[in-house]
Every structure is written in C-alpha cells, then in structure tokens.
C-alpha cells in the first residue's frame, strides 16, 4: 500500500485547526443541531439534555479521535496511488468534513491517480442543508466558508504557482 505509514503533518494539523475551528462546549451550527468540539454531532436537538447528562469531550481528545478515523480512511481508500503529503493532509482534512460517503468520490479518484478528478470532486462538495425550526430539511445553500475550505482542500492537486501557495501545508 502507497500510503500505509502516513499521518497528517504537524502542518497540516495547524491548518486543519484553523479550517474546522472549534470549541470546548456544546453549541449550535448553522443547522441547528447541537455540537461538540471540532464539529462532532451531540444531538439533532437542544443542547441542554447533554449538558446535563455529560460534559463535552475535551477539545484535543475529539479531535484526536475523528483524527485518526480521516487518516485510517483516506490510507485504505487510497492504495495503489503515491500521496504527497500536502495531498494526504487535505485528503485526511475533506475525508473529516465529509465522512467516508462524502468523501468517496474524490478517495477514489486520488487511488487512480487522477489529481484534478480529486480537485473536482472536493470543490464540488460546497452546499449544506440548512433545517427549519422543526428540525426537518430545508434550502440547500452554497457555503461560502466552504468554498473557501475547499479551495484550500482542492489546492495540491491542482498545478500553478498560486494554488500551491494555497495548499493545505502552506507554500
């Protein structure tokens, strides 16, 4: 396997941080659902039951967990194609946002080889659902925060000076 001994860059991590954000309590996304840490679901409703039942995982901890899931993911999909590291840093940060079914079309294009099927395939992934007060989808919307992630996410697989100064582990 190409890539069976790579983690994400110290590099990487930083930029990730900044991507994701994060906080140490639960809060409400855009969605109105109740989240933890670096973006983790508690709940599709209020907050307040958890905050009761538990408080939330420390800040390093959840994002160590989801981490490690991203990098095992994108080192199993993506096998019998080299990785650079920048590439591997935005695949594992794409692989995070998105889950392995959202993320599986870029995965598998970054396993042939294929670097602008992979930039396609995560500036593409730039709408959310935004949910009414009954919890019940709504609109979809562009996120303009997310094309901004995905422009960072998309930048190693593209070729030009300028989107490599963009890339997820800097210039």
Do not use: W
């Not at 190409?2 to 994400?8: G, I, K, L, Q, S």
């Amino acid at each position: 396997m190409a890539n069976e001994t790579m983690v994400m860059s110290d590099a990487g991590l930083e930029t990730f941080r900044l991507l994701e954000g994060g906080k140490r309590a639960y809060y409400y996304d855009h969605e109105k659902k109740c989240i933890y840490g670096l973006g983790n679901l508690g709940l599709l409703g209020p907050c307040a039951p958890l905050l009761q039942r538990r408080p939330p995982l420390p800040r390093e901890g959840a994002f160590d967990l989801a981490l490690r899931d991203a990098e095992a993911l994108v080192r199993r999909r993506v096998h019998a194609h080299a990785l650079t590291q920048k590439q591997f840093d935005a695949l594992v940060s794409f692989a995070y946002d998105r889950g392995p079914r959202g993320a599986h079309v870029a995965l598998e294009a970054a396993n042939r080889g294929q670097a602008d099927a992979v930039a396609r395939a995560i500036k593409a992934a730039v709408h959310t659902q935004v949910r009414g007060a009954d919890g019940r989808p709504g609109t979809r919307m562009r996120s303009l925060g997310l094309v901004y992630r995905r422009a960072v996410e998309a930048a190693p697989f593209e070729g030009g000076a300028h989107c490599r100064a963009a890339a997820i582990t800097g210039p």
